[in-house]
């Protein structure tokens, strides 16, 4: 074997050594930290708001959770296995306790158990619900009172949990819960759209879009950028290349041709699919960019700035500019046009041949389209 391939096989192992030792040193150092946080767990004075109140937070933690309970060896079972996981609990024996807090403090869960006096955990339902229907109920039940807690997710309980549990039942039950919460969060909140600048090192979260500041929209989803020259840039906006998803080919403008608003201006190629992008502006295309062409992936990064396609000599502004969109317009069209697509798609999207329920946008939809419902929505969105 050569010297240098030796060497490169070597170099490879020790990496992962190191980075695996790093790993589990950073692991045992975290698990120190949430250790001493369950030791220094006190019971806090808060008066009247909960006096069995217990608390133990950790840094980032994956969700708040509140148990209620009357056995301490229960709560203690919580703190224990769910703070050493990475979750801040807080524990108190009372449902009164527990409506208290949840009127001052925000919880992603609430653990109750079913069978406690003064205030059941049918009741400690109904109020939280009530209350802050965005937090999530958990009933604790014994096998005798299994069908109560079913009972319990008509006033709306996420779900429950048996006991006695184990550790590993326990992690895996809230690690699942977690996740059905965050599916649903993530299904009602409207996808977000910023007005901003992204530097090298930023990235959008998924289900966000972007607007440069200073940037005009067009209806057929072209971004329009004044120069100080009084030439303008042109490009495809982000909510077009986000449902396109892949792009094969640009079809750039002929330079020095004359293009007036609502004409064909460059086209988008997937496979044997293309799209035509209509000019926001009238004018004659001074520069095309070429490197963009030479370069398609940068557009996955951002579709703006220096990824403009080409750049018009206007000759209308003062009459076209007010028919496109900036700022405060530019966002509320967006997130009319992703309501609208939304509703659109659902025509499209099929399972077993049946329409879909429960529909999500997602980046790079359009590719999954059939050729002719991929033409009827394209046409629909971006050839205005």
Same mark, same amino acid.
Do not use: W
């Given at each position: 074997?050569?010297?240098?391939?030796?060497?490169?096989?070597?170099?490879?192992?020790?990496?992962?050594?190191?980075?695996?030792?790093?790993?589990?040193?950073?692991?045992?150092?975290?698990?120190? %930290?949430?250790?001493?946080?369950?030791?220094? @767990?006190?019971?806090?004075?808060? @008066?009247?708001?909960?006096? @069995?109140?217990?608390?133990?937070?950790?840094?980032?933690?994956?969700?708040?959770?509140?148990?209620?309970?009357?056995?301490?060896?229960?709560?203690?079972?919580?703190?224990?296995?769910?703070?050493?996981?990475?979750?801040?609990?807080?524990?108190?024996?009372?449902?009164?306790?527990?409506?208290?807090?949840?009127?001052?403090?925000?919880?992603?869960?609430?653990?109750?158990?079913?069978?406690?006096?003064?205030?059941?955990?049918?009741?400690?339902?109904?109020?939280?619900k009530f209350l802050r229907p965005d937090i999530d109920v958990i009933i604790i039940?014994?096998?005798?009172?299994? %069908?109560?807690?079913?009972?319990?997710m008509k006033f709306g309980a996420?779900?429950?949990?048996?006991k006695p549990f184990t550790e590993d039942e326990l992690l895996a039950f809230t690690k699942k819960s977690l996740l059905k919460r965050q599916d649903r969060i993530h299904k009602q909140l409207k996808p977000r759209v910023h007005i901003t600048h992204l530097s090298e090192e930023d990235t959008l979260n998924v289900g966000e879009f972007s607007i440069p500041g200073g940037v005009f929209i067009s209806e057929g989803h072209c971004w329009a950028a004044i120069a100080q020259d009084g030439t303008v840039r042109v490009g495809l906006d982000d909510f077009a290349k986000k449902l396109i998803g892949k792009i094969d080919d640009i079809e750039f403008p002929n330079l020095g041709m004359t293009i007036?608003?609502?004409?064909?201006?460059?086209?988008?190629?997937?496979?044997?699919?293309?799209i035509q992008f209509? @000019?926001?502006i009238s004018g004659q295309v001074a520069k095309v960019n070429q490197e963009l062409g030479d370069n398609l992936s940068a557009l996955d990064y951002s579709t703006y700035e220096k990824n403009w396609i080409c750049v018009i000599d206007a000759e209308k502004l003062d009459t076209e500019l007010s028919q496109l969109k900036i700022g405060k317009n530019a966002v509320n069209y967006f997130q009319d046009e992703i309501e609208m697509y939304n509703k659109r798609i659902k025509d499209f999207i099929k399972n077993d041949g049946k329409k879909s329920e429960g529909y999500e946008m997602y980046w790079g939809q359009l590719e999954n389209l059939e050729e002719k419902e991929w033409y009827i929505i394209t046409g629909e969105f971006f050839k205005k």
């Open positions: 074997m050569p010297l240098f391939i030796l060497a490169v096989i070597v170099f490879i192992i020790a990496d992962v050594i190191i980075r695996f030792a790093i790993k589990t040193v950073n692991e045992k150092k975290i698990r120190k %930290e949430r250790e001493s946080i369950l030791d220094e @767990s006190v019971t806090l004075d808060l @008066s009247q708001e909960a006096v @069995s109140l217990k608390r133990a937070e950790v840094p980032n933690p994956k969700a708040k959770i509140l148990c209620v309970d009357d056995e301490d060896i229960i709560l203690d079972s919580f703190r224990k296995i769910l703070v050493l996981d990475g979750y801040s609990v807080d524990t108190v024996s009372s449902g009164f306790h527990a409506l208290n807090l949840i009127k001052s403090h925000h919880y992603d869960f609430i653990f109750t158990d079913l069978k406690m006096p003064e205030m059941d955990g049918v009741e400690v339902t109904k109020k939280v039940t014994g096998y005798a009172t299994v %069908e109560t807690a079913v009972d319990c996420m779900d429950y949990v048996q007036v608003k609502g004409q064909p201006l460059f086209s988008i190629k997937q496979g044997k699919k293309s209509n @000019s926001p």
